[in-house]
């Protein structure tokens, strides 16, 4: 397992600086964050100089207000307008693909008004329908677009990793596991794990308390033991608030988690 951090984490101007401090705090790689209005396309020519500079870029984290799930079908067809992008860019690049949410802070059934206009046949209909046409681009790409389960107060259509995996419709679809939502939604945490194995293709990584690791009380002993007996040999992408500078503790959780490798 090799680690990376979200670009935003990291201090330096560009992504070559980030890079450098980066891999002198422990880090493999660094996770690119897609933001929409093509935004992300519009930064090819800096991408493909970090990456003839030796910069590590294997995934991107969708990072925009609307998401695939969303209830408004403009919006919707957006959000995968700017994911086809997103993996367009990322396969240029040799990476690995893209992760996205369901929908994020669309609707929760845990807060009021409780009942979604859409029913759950809908909402399965919709997401599936879009994951479709993205792994379908995804697979003429060479990458993947890797579906990302949310806790219960984020999103209302995929809260678990079963979940995400019953949308894994083709060869190019796969799931994310998030460590903070996991603990909050798995019953048992490392047995989600060995139950999506086979359709696991990235972690990112944050504390109980979306700290960095160390700060909660997360067993990374048993979970990252877990992935290491299931063969998971991918990125722990670092996705999380800080306590603290980053200059002092991104190395820090480097040495936390490397302990456990």
């Not at 450098?20 to 964050?33: N, P, S, T």
């Not at 369901?102 to 909402?123: I, T, V």
Request: hydrophobic share 40%; proline share 6%.
């Amino acid at each position: 397992m090799r680690l990376a951090v979200q670009e935003q984490l990291l201090p330096g101007r560009s992504l070559q600086e980030k890079f450098v401090f980066a891999v002198d705090a422990g880090f493999d790689a660094i996770e690119l964050r897609g933001k929409g209005d093509f935004q992300f396309a519009n930064r090819l020519t800096e991408l493909k100089r970090a990456l003839a500079d030796g910069v590590v870029m294997p995934t991107v984290c969708v990072d925009m207000p609307h998401f695939i799930g969303d209830f408004d079908p403009a919006r919707r067809k957006d959000a995968i307008q700017q994911l086809r992008s997103q993996l367009t860019v990322i396969g240029e690049l040799g990476g690995i693909g893209v992760t996205t949410p369901a929908s994020w802070g669309q609707f929760s059934r845990r807060l009021p008004p409780f009942e979604p206009p859409r029913s759950p046949q809908e909402d399965r209909e919709v997401l599936a329908e879009a994951l479709v046409t993205l792994g379908e681009h995804a697979q003429r790409c060479g990458v993947l677009i890797m579906l990302e389960a949310l806790n219960r107060y984020e999103d209302h259509m995929v809260n678990t990793l079963a979940e995400a995996v019953s949308y894994c419709s083709m060869d190019s679809i796969k799931v994310v596991g998030d460590t903070y939502h996991m603990n909050l939604e798995e019953d048992d945490p490392c047995r989600s794990l060995v139950e999506a194995a086979p359709y696991l293709a990235h972690m990112q990584i944050s504390e109980s308390n979306r700290n960095q690791p160390g700060t909660g009380h997360l067993d990374w002993a048993a979970q990252l033991s877990t992935l290491d007996a299931v063969g998971y040999d991918g990125y722990l992408a670092l996705e999380c608030r800080l306590r603290g500078e980053p200059e002092i503790v991104l190395p820090q959780t480097a040495t936390f988690i490397r302990k456990f490798l």
